[in-house]
């Protein structure tokens, strides 16, 4: 078995965080969404890995290389083109296109295959999956997930008969007109053939395009509907929950790193803690190389990314702070992500540093930057992190 992990798109959904990385490389519990994905590839054996990139691409291959360090191989295929003047312009052709573009290139998908979205996390059996895909002789299968009727509109809806025929796929249906509650997960299982059916040189989408095409042909298409863990980042909002649950431990097999200081607090290497009038409430994360001065307050679930500064009298409530974050004097951020220069809120609302009054916060590492440049190169006092 093989597998495709879908990582060209921009995330816009996900939106500040994306503004500089690549979805699949927004962190959980300070690691990659996608180095999960991986890790349960490895785990069931899968250890031949394509990957499709697009924008910012260069995060996500310089990150996992070719996967020695997993113990798997990795291919990437670069979606876009470079000019004359050699400028690499990220030109994403669509979840389907993408995978053609492979099998017309190498033939890579010449085995059953596992695809991927490479947004969300699982512990799905796919030992099992692959037993009931084969086992219904199905050339290509969905795993499926049951959510509340008001959610529909954000996934592809599908619709199968008791066999678990699928009659009809939706893509992302006003939630009036969904024809069924059960969902795309984002993982499919593909036979070789699939790939004889997606039309060359042109973009061409998974959902949109390829399955309403399978069940109008009447190829062999089934839905899996399975009770597993699948924590998806559809959105920054989903992001924040997503921490949350997370850092309560409501996630198996995903546990808090660093030393345990303390019950329910856990720290990163080199971290300076003034104990002194501050108060930490877990569950708590504080990055390494973080400064926490006398008086602050940390009430959990909180992460706090590395090089970070949390300053006296300052209240960080249940937020994710990613690196280098200040929290200045007496500064209250509550139910926040914070990252480099923009914040939002748990609704999704998002501001950047500039809307703040002056001095509530800002990001450490890039202060640093400035007063070096003003300074002439000269050698920066480093107190922010």
């Known amino acids: 078995m093989k597998a495709m992990i879908l990582a060209a798109g921009k995330g816009t959904r996900v939106r500040p965080l994306t503004y500089d990385l690549p979805k699949p490389m927004i962190p959980i519990l300070g690691k990659p969404v996608m180095a999960y994905i991986i890790e349960h590839l490895e785990k069931y054996g899968v250890k031949e890995i394509m990957v499709n990139v697009s924008y910012l691409h260069e995060k996500i291959e310089e990150y996992f290389g070719e996967g020695h360090q997993y113990d798997v191989q990795i291919g990437y295929s670069f979606e876009g083109y470079t000019t004359d003047s050699g400028e690499v312009v990220p030109q994403p052709i669509g979840s389907a296109g993408g995978m053609k573009k492979i099998q017309e290139f190498g033939g890579f998908f010449?085995?059953?295959?596992?695809?991927?979205?490479?947004?969300?996390?699982?512990?799905?059996?796919?030992?099992?999956?692959?037993?009931?895909?084969?086992?219904?002789?199905?050339?290509?299968?969905?795993?499926?997930?049951?959510?509340?009727?008001?959610?529909?509109?954000?996934?592809?809806?599908?619709?199968?008969?008791?066999?678990?025929?699928?009659?009809?796929?939706?893509?992302?249906?006003?939630?009036?007109?969904?024809?069924?509650?059960?969902?795309?997960?984002?993982?499919?299982?593909?036979?070789?053939?699939?790939?004889?059916?997606?039309?060359?040189?042109?973009?061409?989408?998974?959902?949109?395009?390829?399955?309403?095409?399978?069940?109008?042909?009447?190829?062999?298409?089934?839905?899996?509907?399975?009770?597993?863990?699948?924590?998806?980042?559809?959105?920054?909002?989903?992001?924040?929950?997503?921490?949350?649950?997370?850092?309560?431990?409501?996630?198996?097999?995903?546990?808090?790193?660093?030393?345990q200081l303390a019950d329910g607090i856990w720290s990163g290497l080199n971290t300076s803690i003034d104990w002194e009038g501050t108060t930490i409430e877990g569950p708590v994360y504080i990055g390494s190389g973080c400064k926490i001065e006398a008086g602050s307050t940390i009430i959990g679930p909180t992460w706090i990314g590395h090089g970070s500064h949390i300053c006296q009298g300052a209240t960080v409530v249940r937020s994710v702070l990613f690196e280098y974050t200040r929290v200045l004097h007496n500064v209250s951020l509550e139910e926040m992500i914070v990252f480099k220069d923009y914040s939002v809120n748990r609704a999704g609302e998002m501001r950047h540093v500039s809307e703040y009054a002056e001095g509530e916060w800002s990001n450490a590492r890039d202060r640093r930057t400035k007063r070096r440049t003003a300074a002439e190169q000269e050698p920066a006092a480093v107190n922010a992190a």
């Not at 799905?124 to 002789?137: M, P, Q, T, V």
């Not at 795309?184 to 059916?197: A, V, W």
Request: net charge negative; with cysteine.
């Open 110 to 259: 010449d085995d059953t295959t596992i695809v991927l979205c490479g947004d969300a996390v699982i512990n799905l059996d796919i030992k099992s999956a692959l037993f009931e895909h084969r086992r219904k002789g199905a050339k290509a299968s969905i795993i499926c997930r049951e959510v509340p009727r008001d959610k529909v509109s954000s996934y592809g809806v599908v619709v199968s008969d008791k066999e678990g025929r699928i009659t009809a796929f939706q893509e992302k249906p006003k939630v009036e007109e969904a024809l069924s509650n059960f969902v795309s997960t984002g993982i499919y299982i593909f036979e070789p053939e699939i790939l004889d059916l997606i039309p060359s040189g042109t973009v061409f989408d998974i959902g949109s395009d390829l399955f309403p095409m399978l069940v109008e042909k009447g190829i062999p298409f089934y839905a899996q509907n399975r009770s597993f863990s699948w924590i998806d980042i559809g959105s920054v909002k989903d992001y924040w929950e997503v921490s949350q649950s997370v850092m309560m431990g409501e996630v198996a097999h995903m546990d808090v790193p660093g030393i």
